[in-house]
């Protein structure tokens, strides 16, 4: 966290809105973060932000319960820009007039500028395409202020108090469907308030090495490495910033997916010089999941094996005091606006138990994804890594309906790693939120030359989605999806057949257990 004058406080209204503003002040270069509308005014001034965003929200500003922030905000000398739900609140609570006006916009219309504003200094005078959403509107601007565009349903789309520098647009100039958007933020960010592009990815890193050596000192700090991006960022983070006091911790479950242990060897113990501890546990995973079917046991035993194997190398490296942690910045903000202690643990099978005395380092705790894979390219690690599909902790068990046997995780490895170069191969790999093999416990009966088979289908899954809550299935092209399906077929023992998941979340999950 900092709190340097340059820092953009996003307000939170309550939807998603928030994330992707605070995430384009950041491409702007520009460090910003989430709050609550509620958070105190003494608070927010105390971070001496250098300006302020109100973000859209879900709710109007005349509902009994809808947000409100302190009006002393206004008064406060810092920039603001209120974006839809934002600008509407401003307007209602400066004086002006929000109204149901019956003719909402949602989707694309058209601005026309009727004045100027600092905010339009990149527009052509033509009119241009806005992306809005929003059933009421600002009618009449609060003293002070000048109306400067309009829309067919907005008879204000923007407004601005020169004096105060308090800004509003009805638009919403975060998302890509608005022309020039990310030039209005711009626009607020270094002419209106004046601040610098000073958030580079070399200065989160030089900032993180400083804040990692202040935390931790001389002590010895371990990490567990899950073979995923988030891990190796942190650990390839905290080892810039104390080298040797690092040892990091390769738990080999033998549900990895194809060449993973290697590259984990090979980027951390070869490239990176890292103190690397492999351990080779996939017999004693195995042997706890013998006989086990039912998709919760098999992820409690799971996650019981690996903190047990954890704990037992923990004790031998003396002295370690911290743990890393590859907590990223939405996991905080959403258990955390409302309660910053409660940091999300749900699905992370290295969440390991409260009563094990170590304190946290968690140095990508301030970052979204997509920073944290810029600072994976500019620490070094290879591109496999950094771009890297998440995979669940469990690892290919929940992709294993029914019971789990090395044969049976062999048989899916092989699919799976069939399944990833192709699609790498197609170009689609990045593009694709995630893309693997599920082995289904039945099996049914094929024919292969001149014999029936009996054996189990593969079932191809593939999926679009932007943050995991939400996910399509992808559509793959034909020609990809015949050479997966021939190639699995040819090429893996124990498959004839393969089938394609056509089922979005919701209703279904993306993984199948
Ligand atoms: P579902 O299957 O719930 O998955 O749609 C949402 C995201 O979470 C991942 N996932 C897991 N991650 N342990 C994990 O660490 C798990 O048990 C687990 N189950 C699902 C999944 O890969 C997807 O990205």
């Known amino acids: 966290m900092r709190d340097t004058p340059d820092t953009i406080l996003v307000v939170d209204f309550g939807a998603q809105y928030a994330q992707l503003i605070a995430r384009r002040v950041r491409e702007a270069r520009v460090y910003s973060e989430i709050v609550p509308h509620d958070l105190p005014l003494a608070e927010v001034l105390a971070r001496r932000p250098g300006g302020i965003i109100l973000s859209g929200g879900p709710q109007s500003v005349y509902a009994g319960w809808a947000p409100l922030v302190d009006p002393g905000i206004y008064d406060a000398g810092i920039p603001i820009l209120g974006i839809c739900y934002g600008a509407q609140l401003l307007a209602m609570q400066l004086g002006g007039t929000v109204a149901h006006t019956g003719s909402g916009e949602y989707g694309r219309t058209v601005l026309t500028r009727t004045g100027a504003s600092p905010l339009f200094a990149d527009w052509a005078p033509a009119p241009s395409d806005v992306w809005m959403s929003h059933a009421d509107s600002i009618v009449e601007v609060p003293p002070g202020f000048v109306a400067t565009a309009e829309s067919p349903g907005a008879p204000v789309a923007a407004l601005h108090d020169a004096e105060r520098r308090i800004h509003g647009v009805q638009f919403h100039p975060e998302v890509a469907h608005t022309d020039r958007g990310q030039q209005v933020l711009e626009r607020f960010l270094f002419d209106v308030c004046g601040v610098s592009p000073t958030w580079t990815h ?274 793959l092209p034909y020609d990809v999806l015949e050479r997966l399906s021939s190639r699995i077929i040819n090429e893996v023992d124990g498959v004839n057949r393969v089938a394609l998941d056509i089922t979005s979340k919701p209703p279904g999950t993306i993984e199948w257990e």
Not at 367 to 390: I, M, N, S, T, Y
Not at 433 to 462: C, H, I, K, N
């Open 202 to 475: 070399t200065s989160i890193i030089e900032a993180s090495v400083a804040a990692i050596r202040t935390q931790v000192g001389a002590a010895r700090v371990l990490c567990a490495l899950s073979g995923g991006v988030d891990s190796a960022v942190a650990a390839a983070l905290v080892h810039k910033a104390i080298g040797d006091q690092l040892t990091c911790v390769f738990v080999d479950t033998g549900l990895m997916r194809s060449g993973e242990a290697e590259q984990v060897e090979e980027t951390f113990r070869k490239q990176f010089h890292v103190d690397l501890v492999h351990v080779k546990a996939a017999d004693r995973f195995f042997g706890v999941l013998a006989g086990v079917t039912d998709p919760e046991r098999k992820r409690k035993a799971i996650g019981e094996t690996f903190i047990r194997v954890f704990e037992e190398v923990a004790g031998d490296v003396e002295g370690a005091r911290f743990l890393v942690q590859g907590t990223l910045y939405p996991d905080v903000i959403e258990s955390g606006t409302r309660d910053a202690a409660n940091i999300k643990c749900h699905h992370n099978v290295g969440g390991l138990p409260e009563d094990m005395a170590f304190e946290l380092v968690e140095p990508l705790r301030s970052l979204f994804k997509d920073e944290v894979r810029a600072v994976g390219e500019e620490l070094g690690l290879p591109d496999d890594l950094v771009w890297r599909q998440p995979f669940p902790g469990p690892g290919l068990a929940v992709r294993i309906v029914g019971e789990v046997t090395p044969e049976r995780a062999g048989i899916l490895r092989a699919a799976d790693a069939i399944v990833l170069e192709e699609i790498r191969r197609a170009g689609l790999y990045r593009e694709l939120w995630q893309s693997f093999a599920v082995l289904l416990a039945v099996r049914t009966v094929g024919v292969m030359g001149d014999e029936r088979t009996y054996a189990y289908p593969v079932v191809v899954r593939a999926v679009t989605s932007d943050d995991a809550m939400t996910a399509d299935w992808a559509r």
